[in-house]
């Protein structure tokens, strides 16, 4: 078991409301990356943060969006919920941003938006 | 655009087979590729990273291949398990990002 943590594990929301996800990236480890997994589909990455600075983003609208703490920790925040944006939220960590570094992710976020 | 495929989508297989799962990339300047697990509803777990520099490697009862210039990976499982029953995920990182492109998985289930 990696030493990513994510809460919650389950989470149930409204559309139209806002939600947050947190992250705790394994120890040593300042990259974080935020990842979308639909059912029966690959994870979809979302952005990524490297030392509190955004470091590249997917193809997702400004309604998604992210901090990284001096901790390196790291929240995923998401407004105006829809229900498409129902999926399992992946978070991975890595020592450093370039492209030669292994990720390894938490359990994730289970959300549903009803 | 990086574009990753796997095939098969899904197999079943009784327990002692050895099995290859298949991993496709379109651009093949790849820096690494990593092969995962996902046991349902749940993360993934890292079972292999291969660097571009590398052809293989190998982990217990794993062992995982690349091929740059075809643009292919192979994951061999020798003497399945019903423990291996999950979902296998390939992603790439390419030279000019460095975020994972993840494959759809091929759902594996390993029956007594």
């Known amino acids: 078991e990696t030493g990513v943590t994510q809460s919650p594990t389950h989470l149930i929301k409204t559309r139209g409301q806002q939600v947050t996800l947190r992250c705790s990236s394994q120890s040593g480890h300042n990259t974080v990356s935020w990842y979308q997994q639909a059912l029966g589909q690959g994870p979809q990455f979302i952005f990524q943060?490297?030392?509190?600075?955004?470091?590249g983003r997917g193809n997702f609208p400004p309604r998604f969006s992210g901090l990284q703490f001096p901790n390196y920790s790291s929240e995923l925040n998401v407004n105006a919920l829809e229900l498409d944006d129902s999926a399992l939220y992946l978070c991975?960590?890595?020592?450093?941003?370039?492209?030669?570094?292994?990720?390894?992710f938490g359990q994730g976020t289970r959300l549903t938006v009803v | 655009k990086q574009e990753v495929t796997q095939i098969p989508a899904a197999l079943s297989v009784p327990e002692g087979e050895n099995l290859v799962l298949n991993c496709s990339f379109t651009d093949s300047a790849i820096y690494n590729l990593q092969w995962f697990r996902q046991d349902p509803g749940k993360g993934l777990t890292s079972l292999l990273l291969i660097q571009s520099s590398q052809r293989e490697q190998t982990s217990g009862r794993l062992n995982a291949s690349l091929d740059k210039s075809s643009g292919r990976s192979t994951l061999y499982i020798a003497a399945s398990q019903p423990g291996d029953s999950a979902t296998y995920l390939c992603?790439?990182?390419?030279?000019?990002?460095?975020?994972?492109?993840f494959g759809t998985g091929t759902r594996l289930q390993v029956f007594p």
């Open positions: 992603a790439a990182i390419s030279y000019n990002t460095d975020k994972l492109i």
């Open positions: 943060y490297y030392r509190e600075e955004e470091n």
């Open positions: 991975a960590s890595s020592l450093g941003a370039g492209p030669g570094t292994e990720a390894f």
